[in-house]
């Protein structure tokens, strides 16, 4: 094969190679690999970190050849310097710059060993080709590493999660692209200058320097010169001598520890916000030097860190607003109706534009001692959707003050707000509730139909047609619908965010209704959130907003488990009230173990409030009580052996007669109903009947 066709075959192989990767490394290796098996007998790429030239790639035939490589520093200075390639006398070694816009970014050597074949014009014609082709495509490379960093190190810093923990995750993507370690400083008061978080490439040294988290490892004069070169916001590159920068700077007690991860060199920017300097975040190289290149890259890092803290701070600043506008929208507090518990939820939706929600709940007392509630959800999101649902909560109330047809509300509360806001849609039921005979009369505008837990725990829908507020008068009139509430147990009014909690409505009414099924729920003091625990995820969707209104049994007692007189309290009232039942004395000796023992192991593993019901159901009393603690699930090992510790108390209640059911209820805590040993004592006999 002629020499030239050496050097076409040369050329097209490099193009291929040039163009088949992405990775730096890749490209060198094989762009040396191909120069010597068409063009030399050694090859070498050396790029430019700072001032000095780094050996990149090599491939060689022979040792010989590779010692040829590693001895030209000269030359290859030289074509660095001039800018211009170059042929050494002995014709034996070529040296051509690699060149991007007039910017030399590193030199191409290639070295004969060979007397017979010697270097000339055209060889120095390709290798300047070559050379400039390599260039450009590791000069595109580092630009699309660069992006790949910045793209990584934008998605953590506008990631959720609090800002110590999204710069910990910028240290992450720093120390895997560019750096061997990397600090953030804080600064503090009194000019005071901390290690916030470190991190290094090698994880057992990353555990050595966590030690200096928290502390102030600059000396008093470095703190000073740091504090000084960041309220100016200015940047700091040592290129070189990073090592004995660092050490001087170090208080005499860090240096131990800083003593085995000494850096070639070094890079600090300031980390800032419109309004004040955070901190700094500085980097660290230990084989090679930083450029130019990475002080403008960690400088439009740190510009990305400013416009993250800057996002953070607004959306806190919204969320302060509408939180704070929420709380005026909603009802401040609720009416208390007699013989009735009323427990309520708002649960915002979990976003990172903190917009306000139009779901609102309400009860408002009318002037003859009935009650007005409401619930409903307005389209859309935002100060408007929330400025409508304040306008039609308050246009409900003030009608039903004149009006007491649930439906007559309904399209008397439309035709006021489609005058100020002629194209909103909202949903809402409404249901007059009358304390005295325990009924409703209610109406529905499209909203999900509240449910009845009835006593004995089946369940029931609130049906009732009707179409949304802003559409009702494309619809003919409707009628109310009533019923008696004397066999309710709970009443649930809920927002379709509940059900769409998990973007799926048939899991979601599934979930509802299990909920609402649960044995706890009537024998709650809060009922909304205990639907809203078993219901909602962490990070729901939409607003949801829950109502309910529980017809509690006579006995109840709430208090909180560290409360140190509250459970005695419970235990006197419940001895009362089973006397007052007619409990004979020894029955009642024994129910008073069983409650010590179940709300002794409550205040032992789940502090929090606990709630304590006596039910009598087909004659059998039965004592509920539900704490707030992480939930368990009685195991039949627990239940045979007494000498475990881990459910003892549950197996001492069984000894005196009471039958246990234990209902896990999964993210608000344990619900555990005991029947107890007990029957009433016969009535005694009369002196009448007797004589």
């Not at 102030?216 to 590159?237: G, I, Q």
């Not at 920068?245 to 003593?259: G, H, M």
């Not at 109330?397 to 707000?417: G, K, Q, R, T």
């Amino acid at each position: 094969m002629s020499v030239l066709e050496l050097k076409v075959r040369f050329l097209l192989e490099t193009a291929e190679v040039l163009s088949s990767s992405s990775n730096r490394q890749a490209v060198l290796r094989g762009f040396a690999q191909a120069a010597i098996r068409h063009l030399c007998d050694g090859c070498g790429v050396a790029l430019l970190e700072g001032e000095n030239l780094r050996l990149g790639a090599v491939a060689y035939r022979d040792a010989a050849a590779r010692l040829e490589i590693e001895s030209r520093e000269g030359i290859l200075h030289q074509a660095l310097r001039t800018g211009r390639p170059i042929v050494c006398e002995s014709s034996m070694v070529v040296a051509a710059p690699m060149m991007v816009a007039r910017q030399t970014i590193g030199v191409l050597c290639l070295i004969s060993s060979d007397d017979s074949r010697r270097f000339g014009p055209d060889d120095l014609e390709v290798a300047t080709a070559a050379a400039s082709g390599l260039a450009i495509t590791l000069e595109n490379i580092r630009f699309f590493e660069r992006f790949r960093l910045l793209g990584r190190a934008t998605d953590q810093l506008f990631a959720r999660g609090s800002t110590s923990e999204k710069l910990h995750k910028l240290l992450e993507v720093i120390v895997d692209e560019i750096a061997d370690w990397a600090v953030v400083y804080a600064l503090g008061p009194a000019r005071s200058v901390r290690v916030q978080d470190v991190l290094h490439r090698d994880p057992e040294m990353s555990r050595t320097l966590s030690e200096i988290r928290g502390q102030r490892v600059l000396t008093p004069e470095a703190e000073r010169n740091l504090f000084e070169m960041l309220t100016t916001r200015r940047s700091l590159l040592c290129s070189k001598g990073g090592a004995e920068l660092l050490r001087d700077s170090l208080r005499s007690y860090i240096v131990p520890v800083y003593a085995q991860v000494m850096p070639q060199s070094s890079l600090t920017v300031a980390l800032f916000t419109s309004d004040e300097v955070y901190g700094a975040l500085t980097i660290y190289a230990e084989r090679h030097s930083l450029s130019e290149r990475e002080l403008e890259l960690m400088q439009e890092l740190a510009r990305r860190v400013a416009l993250s803290f800057e996002h953070d701070e607004s959306v806190e600043r919204e969320r302060r607003l509408t939180q704070t506008l929420q709380e005026v929208t909603l009802p401040a507090m609720l009416p208390e109706i007699a013989n009735t518990v009323v427990s309520t939820v708002y649960t915002p939706a979990a976003t990172t534009d903190a917009q306000l929600g139009g779901d609102w709940y309400d009860i408002f007392e009318l002037r003859d001692g009935r009650y007005l509630l409401s619930i409903g959800d307005v389209t859309g999101r935002g100060l408007h959707a929330s400025a409508i649902m304040g306008k039609l909560r308050h246009s409900i109330n003030v009608v039903a003050l004149y009006e007491l047809n649930p439906v007559s509300i309904l399209d008397a509360a439309e035709f006021v707000v489609r005058q100020r806001y002629p194209d909103a849609i909202a949903t809402a039921f409404v249901a007059i509730y009358d304390p005295h005979d325990r009924s409703i009369v209610y109406a529905n505008a499209g909203h999900p139909y509240p449910i009845l837990r009835l006593r004995g725990g089946a369940l029931e829908e609130l049906t009732a047609e009707g179409l949304p507020i802003g559409l009702r008068s494309m619809d003919k009139p409707a009628q109310p619908y009533a019923r008696t509430m004397r066999d309710v147990e709970v009443m649930v009014f809920y927002t379709d965010g509940v059900t769409e909690a998990n973007r799926d409505t048939e899991i979601g009414e599934r979930c509802l209704r299990t909920a609402v099924e649960s044995a706890a729920l009537p024998f709650v003091r809060n009922a909304a959130e205990l639907i809203a625990a078993l219901c909602l995820p962490p990070q729901a969707h939409d607003d949801a907003a829950i109502m309910t209104v529980t017809f509690p049994h006579p006995a109840t007692w709430m208090f909180q488990a560290d409360h140190a007189r509250a459970a005695p309290d419970a235990r006197c009232a419940l001895v009362t009230q089973l006397r007052r039942e007619g409990i004979d004395r020894e029955d009642v000796d024994v129910a008073e173990v069983i409650f010590g023992e179940l709300v002794a192991n409550v205040v032992r593993h789940a502090p929090g409030p606990i709630d304590v019901a006596l039910e009598w159901r087909n004659g059998n009393a039965i004592l509920h009580v539900t704490d707030r603690g992480r939930g368990f699930m009685r195991s039949p090992l627990e239940a045979q052996n007494p000498l475990r510790e881990s459910g003892r108390g549950l197996w001492l209640v069984e000894q005196f007669g009471g039958a246990i059911e234990v209902e896990r209820l999964e993210g608000y805590g344990t619900h555990v109903s005991v029947t107890l040993p007990v029957r009433r004592a016969a009535p005694r006999a009369s002196v009448l009947a007797k004589r």
